[in-house]
C-alpha cells in the first residue's frame, strides 16, 4: 500500500472511532435528547451531558483496571453509578453496603484505589519563622 493509501485508512479508522464515541455518548446519557425550543439552551444542555461522559470516558481510561478497561459507558453507568447501596452509620464508622452482583468487592476496592492515586500529591506548608 502506499503513502496515500496508509492516509485513507488511518484517516477512515479515526472516523469510525469518532462515530463509535458519537454512539456511545447518545446510548449511555441520551445526549441527542434536545427538547428546548431555543438553541442557547440545547447547546447547555449537551454541554451539560458531555460531561458525564467525559468523566466516564476518564474514569474509564485512567481508573479502570484492564480486566474492565472494555466496558461501554453504558455498562459503567449501570454497574458504577445506577447501583443500590445503603449507608449505615454507627457511633465511630459509616458502612457503604451494596449488592456485590454488579461489581465484586476486590474489584470496586481496585477502582477507589486507582482514582485515590490519580489525586494530586499534599504540598508541605512552608512556615516562615
Known amino acids: ?3 496515500w493509501g496508509r492516509r485513507v485508512v488511518k484517516f477512515y479508522n479515526g472516523r ?3 462515530e463509535q464515541w458519537i454512539k456511545e455518548g447518545k446510548n449511555a446519557v441520551k445526549w441527542t435528547r434536545l427538547s428546548c425550543h431555543d438553541f442557547v439552551d440545547n447547546q ?3 454541554q451539560l451531558f458531555a460531561l458525564p ?3 466516564g470516558n ?3 481510561r ?3 483496571p484492564k480486566a474492565v478497561k472494555h466496558w461501554t459507558m453504558t455498562t459503567l453507568r ?3 453509578v445506577k447501583i443500590g447501596a445503603k449507608v449505615v452509620t454507627h457511633a465511630r464508622y459509616v458502612i457503604f453496603q451494596m449488592a456485590e452482583v454488579a461489581v465484586p468487592r476486590k474489584l470496586f476496592t481496585a477502582i477507589l484505589e486507582r482514582i485515590q492515586r490519580l489525586r494530586r500529591p499534599e504540598v508541605g506548608v512552608v512556615t516562615s519563622g
Open 62 to 64: 485512567l481508573a479502570l
Open 1 to 3: 500500500m502506499n503513502a
Open 44 to 46: 447547555v444542555r449537551l
Open 58 to 60: 476518564f474514569l474509564r
Open 16 to 18: 469510525g472511532t469518532a
Open 78 to 80: 449501570e454497574k458504577l
Open 53 to 55: 461522559y467525559n468523566l
